[in-house]
């Protein structure tokens, strides 16, 4: 009896051992083997921001800022309604009627636009709240674009290959000016354009190099852009609501202090002051600048310039409303017009040269 009992303990030490053998064996593999590096939550360039993938990007990651806004909060407008003179001082009567401000008066800055013997008027109080517009003018697909941060006006043919691409404003910035985006049926694939650039810096277009070509817009007055072209549309939205940025941009431009930092920096040699408003005038690679504020001193009524390839005159329809700076391609010249806030400017195109400018 006592025999069978120490057969017994002795199978069962042995079993003991030969466990305790196995997972000692067990731990020195694991041991052994090689563990994965620990996982880097570090933003990269190929992160994501508003839901936009940066990779491929072709600009500094550190230089794109949100602006605590959504992708979809900036809502753009689609082929906006689009009235006459007389359509518009009915729209205007009965905005008053109802206790409303009227939708748009003389001294009002709009963005005018003629192509193929159509002329139609973007009022910026509503490329404010849009900042994107997306229509078509004398069977061209336009691209109307404003950034407020910048005070902005760019507008392009919107067509990039045989497509007619749909844009919107994307709600981050880069160097304080908008980033916009192409509206595709596929989420994920869309591409980032940098408006003050005219070309996509990320996604699909920004790998095959896509830029959109830029057409010659005027910035002036209501009524100056009606004295011109009294045939004009006017493009118009009844129900519009106030935009998404809560920001009195009359007092961020006259206090003159970035919001959001851009890169490269004004040089403190600069001759005007960041928050210069300037015209900048493209031939082939090179740009110009010209202050606005000097060109208003400069210009007398009637009078004109030409200079790189646009004429530059002086617009005043009524003495009550103060002139405005006209500036249009010359008779077949091929050239490129934007308008911006001087820092933003540079920040884009740091080489343009600066039309001299008077103390």
Not at 265 to 271: E, K, M
Request: hydrophobic fraction near 45%; proline fraction near 6%.
């Amino acid at each position: 009896m006592s025999k069978r009992r120490a057969d017994n303990g002795s199978r069962q030490l042995a079993v003991r051992l030969a466990g305790f053998t196995a997972i000692a064996i067990l731990l020195l593999l694991l041991l052994s083997m090689r563990l994965p590096e620990p996982v880097s939550f570090k933003l990269s360039q190929a992160s994501r921001m508003n839901g936009f993938s940066l990779a491929d990007l072709l600009v500094p990651r550190e230089h794109i800022q949100s602006q605590e806004l959504t992708r979809d909060e900036i809502v753009p407008l689609d082929m906006p309604e689009v009235v006459d003179a007389e359509g518009l001082a009915e729209f205007n009567f009965d905005r008053q009627a109802a206790g409303h401000s009227e939708f748009l008066d003389g001294p009002d800055r709009i963005v005018g636009l003629e192509l193929n013997g159509e002329s139609r008027a973007y009022p910026v109080s509503l490329l404010a709240i849009h900042q994107v517009v997306n229509d078509e003018l004398g069977g061209v697909p336009l691209l109307v674009s404003y950034c407020p941060w910048c005070d902005a006006v760019l507008v392009f043919d919107r067509r990039v290959g045989e497509d007619a691409l749909m844009f919107a404003a994307s709600g981050l910035l880069y160097s304080s000016n908008m980033l916009m985006y192409d509206r595709t049926e596929r989420r994920g694939q869309e591409s980032l354009w940098c408006q003050l650039q005219g070309r996509a810096v990320s996604g699909p277009q920004a790998v095959a190099g896509a830029t959109l070509s830029m057409l010659p817009a005027e910035l002036l007055n209501w009524a100056g852009w009606l004295a011109i072209h009294p045939d004009t549309g006017v493009a118009v939205e009844r129900d519009a609501k106030q935009g998404p940025l809560e920001v009195d941009f009359d007092a961020y431009y006259l206090e003159a202090k970035l919001r959001y930092p851009a890169w490269p920096q004004l040089p403190g040699s600069s001759p005007l002051h960041a928050f210069e408003r300037v015209v900048a005038v493209g031939n082939d690679d090179s740009w110009t600048v010209y202050p606005l504020r000097q060109l208003e001193r400069e210009l007398g009524s009637g009078s004109w310039q030409e200079m790189n390839g646009a004429v530059f005159s002086l617009c005043g329809p009524a003495e009550q409303i103060p002139a405005a700076v006209r500036v249009v391609p010359a008779d077949g010249a091929d050239v490129r017009i934007a308008y911006s806030l001087w820092f933003a400017w540079y920040a884009m195109h740091p080489e343009s040269e600066i039309f001299p400018v008077l103390e």
